[in-house]
């Protein structure tokens, strides 16, 4: 019995896949239920889940950094739709992304660059084949008209090759990196700044020494923390956070406020004598 039961071919997986969305539409129109009844009218089966619609309205860089935050605690082939498209209606591409774990889709304006940057084996295609469309394309809302159809014939096991040819020209940020600009200092940058103030920087650990210190503006910040609550209120202070990042926080308070400061502000890192 065991034989015979090897010997038969084995079943597609038919679990409903998960599409998970982010886009910077809010919640306040209809957009987003509109991607979801596009999605669900070509596969009513489909799991949605929703990632965030609050980016800030065009901030490409500002989703990729939200996906890239999450993507991985997601279940392996998930489809990720973001739909951040200040071009939309243009000549710029759509493109499905195929890794060896999960699917993403979104225009063709770098917001997955984080995807070629992390990932061995990926494919990009261009969303070209009308077939996997909505009749009538919107020439302001292809999140509803092109990514949510796509997506849910994605998620109906269509083959990526089926979408549009691959390409290799795809458009790609370059990753911010640290930079050492002298023995003892580096270069750093906010990448980002969460709805609770903290301040989000490019840095991680492996690009840190042993003891250091931070400068934002005239402001030096030597305290590094395990968890927020060692910290006084609105005691300034920095912590590594969630996604793997050093950030910049302050106790029940907002980092940013106090500190007066922005994504893309330029910090330092000071190597401090401590550093053996």
Known sequence: MRDELNQR?????????????????GLKDYFVSAMKGAI?????????????????PQNIKSASFTLRACYRDFPAKTIFVAVVDPGVGSERRA?????????????????????????????VFELTNKKFFAADISNSFHGRDIFAPA????????????????????EQFEEMRPRK???????????????????????????LPESFALE?????????????????KAEVFMIFGSAGFL?????QDSAKNILQTEIGRKITVKLTSNSG
């Open 151 to 170: 997506a849910a014939h994605l998620s109906k096991d269509v083959n990526p090759s089926e979408f549009g040819r691959e390409i290799k020209d795809f």
């Open 9 to 25: 071919p084995k079943t597609k997986d038919r679990r409903p896949k998960i599409i998970a969305l982010l886009t910077d539409f």
């Open 40 to 56: 669900l009218s070509v596969n009513p089966n489909a799991r949605i889940v929703d990632i965030t619609h609050e980016i800030k």
């Open 247 to 251: 950030e910049v926080a302050a106790f």
């Open 95 to 123: 493109v499905l992304v195929e890794t060896d774990e999960y699917f993403f889709i979104a225009p063709d304006n770098g917001l997955l660059s984080f995807v070629f940057n992390e990932s061995n084996d990926f494919r």
């Open 216 to 232: 934002i503006g005239g402001t030096r910040i030597e305290k590094l923390q395990t968890y927020f609550a060692e910290a006084e």
């Open 181 to 207: 600009i002298s023995d003892t200092e580096i270069e750093a940058e906010i990448i980002e700044i969460d709805r609770f103030g903290n301040l989000i920087t490019n840095l991680k650990r492996e690009d």
